[in-house]
């Protein structure tokens, strides 16, 4: 396998973008990639997009976007792993490049949330329609159910979890992409309607547009094109159970676990190693329930290390979300993946502006499917 | 016209119909055709008993369409007595009541209106005893 860089970045502002259809979106994002990265054509392209069918009644995306895109004959590949569409999206990308198949590659993610559809029927596909859905859960439900689980389990508060929106919402401030810019406290997210128990509106992520692109090369090319090239030195996915009742804890994501352990071997790293992370915070709990099984905290002191600020950029051991997660950037299920890659490539180029951590030399991406049925991690390094 | 999706499930959804795994004897609901704990393929049909209890639970105050007319309203991962979970939700239980631990009795009740055609959709509820 050859190594890999990421040597080019673009995206879209999330947001609600009434003027612009999905296909605006992905093109907007894909060419500020490719000028970004210099490159005059690319190889292949992959798409990751969750339900373009039933958000815009649209299918074949992939050969939409590359005919749009004006790169005709290129081979164009759908992926869909509902919200970690992106993150495999870029995966696939990475083992096209790695294989030696493709030398450049748009891995590039999109969704279009806000032209009619019924959101939160749409995003409750991602989980078992028969016998979870049918039954009438709803995304913030499941996890609204690992949420009390784990309150009851290790004693997390209401007050950890909005303590987790408060610290995104405070990096998002500083990212001029995010979908809201704006500080806000814990009296704000406790003081925010219920939608579902225990889990407030400024608990949960919001329905966005957008879309994000990145361009992937050979190392050895990179310098080609660029000295802002990151290095891919893990790229990793598992599956779980479909259905949040069948697992064996609702206070751990198995898929979450073994990605992260193929990730670490594969980049013969701890997860002390990981000096910064965006991980999928769908909701607040998500966030801590996934910084334990990242294992950067010991299982059950997710909420209690968010509250002592030991992920904050300013003071944390590990900084998490740091762009504003997809609580405050915002969550267009198939872009999500793709722009947190481009988190990690901006801070691991110094580009991150007043989010900037420290001293990043190691960025680690999780992205995830459903209540966790699906899950990519890619760890990326400054060169 | 009821879809044959509907009709297909019937068993499990009426009669609570799972497989229990002649191998290592997990129970799996719904049914499946491969252990996904041991990969056997030897099943054997049982009936799941109507009592259990609340693992884990959310109220929802916020639903897709076809709920919406319904919150608030809880759901619960239930753990029957044999062991076998599954997703329900709580019927005739003031939401208070509902609760990790509670035990629950699962009853036969409509679950939705289908479609367009509001075509009436049953299945199982628990209710908190």
């Known amino acids: 396998?050859?190594?890999?860089?990421?040597?080019?970045?673009?995206?879209?502002?999330?947001?609600?973008?009434?003027?612009?259809?999905?296909?605006?979106?992905?093109?907007?994002?894909?060419?500020?990639?490719?000028?970004?990265?210099?490159?005059?054509?690319?190889?292949?392209?992959?798409?990751?997009?969750?339900?373009?069918?039933?958000?815009?009644?649209?299918?074949?995306?992939?050969?939409?976007?590359?005919?749009?895109?004006?790169?005709?004959?290129?081979?164009?590949?759908?992926?869909?792993?509902?919200?970690?569409?992106?993150?495999?999206?870029?995966?696939?990308?990475?083992?096209?490049?790695?294989?030696?198949?493709?030398?450049?590659?748009?891995?590039?993610?999109?969704?279009?949330?806000?032209?009619?559809?019924?959101?939160?029927?749409?995003?409750?596909?991602?989980?078992?329609?028969?016998?979870?859905?049918?039954?009438?859960?709803?995304?913030?439900?499941?996890?609204?159910?690992?949420?009390?689980?784990?309150?009851?389990?290790?004693?997390?508060?209401?007050?950890?979890?909005?303590?987790?929106?408060?610290?995104?919402?405070h990096n998002g401030f500083n990212n001029p992409n995010a979908q809201f810019r704006s500080e806000i406290t814990i009296d704000t997210v406790l003081n925010s309607t219920l939608v579902a128990d225990p889990l407030h509106l400024l608990d949960c992520s919001p329905v966005t547009d957008g879309g994000a692109a990145v361009i992937l090369c050979p190392l050895d090319m990179a310098k080609n094109f660029t000295d802002k090239a990151v290095k891919i030195i893990a790229s990793t996915q598992a599956s779980g159970t479909i259905s949040l009742y069948e697992r064996e804890s609702f206070t751990s994501i198995k898929a979450v676990v073994k990605a992260a352990e193929k990730a670490y071997k594969q980049a013969n790293l701890k997860p002390s190693d990981i000096d910064f992370a965006e991980v999928h915070d769908c909701f607040t709990i998500s966030e801590i329930i996934v910084s334990e099984d990242l294992g950067f905290f010991n299982k059950g002191k997710g909420g209690f290390a968010v509250q002592e600020g030991k992920t904050s950029i300013e003071t944390g051991e590990i900084p998490i979300n740091t762009s504003g997660g997809l609580k405050s950037k915002g969550h267009p299920v198939g872009a999500t993946g793709i722009a947190q890659v481009i988190e990690l490539y901006e801070q691991l180029t110094e580009q991150a502006g007043k989010r900037q951590v420290k001293n990043a030399h190691i960025g680690m991406a999780q992205n995830m499917g459903g209540s966790g049925a699906s899950c990519t991690i890619n760890i990326l390094e400054a060169l | 016209m009821i879809s044959p999706r509907y009709v297909r499930e019937v068993p499990q959804r009426y009669r609570l119909e799972a497989s229990k795994c002649k191998t290592c004897g997990k129970i799996n609901f719904p049914p499946r055709l491969i252990c996904p704990s041991c990969k056997s393929r030897e099943f054997e049909t049982i009936t799941l008993s109507d009592k259990g209890k609340i693992l884990t639970y959310t109220v929802i105050r916020v639903a897709s369409a076809i709920f919406s007319r319904e919150t608030p309203y809880a759901v619960a991962i239930i753990e029957t007595t044999e062991g076998a979970k599954l997703m329900a939700m709580i019927a005739d239980t003031n939401l208070d009541d509902v609760a990790i631990g509670k035990k629950v009795k699962l009853v036969f009740r409509k679950i939705q209106d289908e479609g367009v055609s509001g075509l009436h959709c049953y299945g199982y509820k628990a209710i908190v005893i």
């Not at chain 1, 869909?80 to 030398?103: I, K, P, T």
């Not at chain 1, 690992?146 to 309150?151: D, I, K």
């Open chain 1, 1 to 169: 396998m050859k190594d890999v860089a990421v040597i080019g970045i673009g995206m879209t502002k999330f947001g609600e973008l009434w003027n612009k259809s999905i296909k605006d979106i992905f093109v907007e994002a894909s060419l500020k990639a490719i000028d970004n990265a210099g490159v005059d054509h690319i190889d292949s392209m992959y798409v990751g997009a969750m339900s373009s069918g039933l958000f815009v009644g649209q299918e074949h995306i992939a050969a939409v976007m590359a005919d749009y895109l004006g790169m005709g004959p290129v081979p164009s590949t759908h992926v869909e792993s509902a919200c970690a569409s992106g993150g495999m999206a870029f995966r696939q990308a990475y083992l096209d490049v790695a294989s030696g198949n493709s030398e450049i590659v748009l891995a590039a993610g999109v969704e279009k949330m806000n032209d009619g559809a019924d959101a939160t029927a749409v995003l409750a596909t991602a989980a078992d329609q028969e016998y979870e859905v049918y039954n009438g859960i709803t995304f913030p439900g499941l996890y609204a159910m690992m949420a009390n689980a784990h309150m009851h389990d290790f004693k997390t508060t209401p007050e950890q979890l909005a303590a987790v929106a408060v610290k995104n919402h």
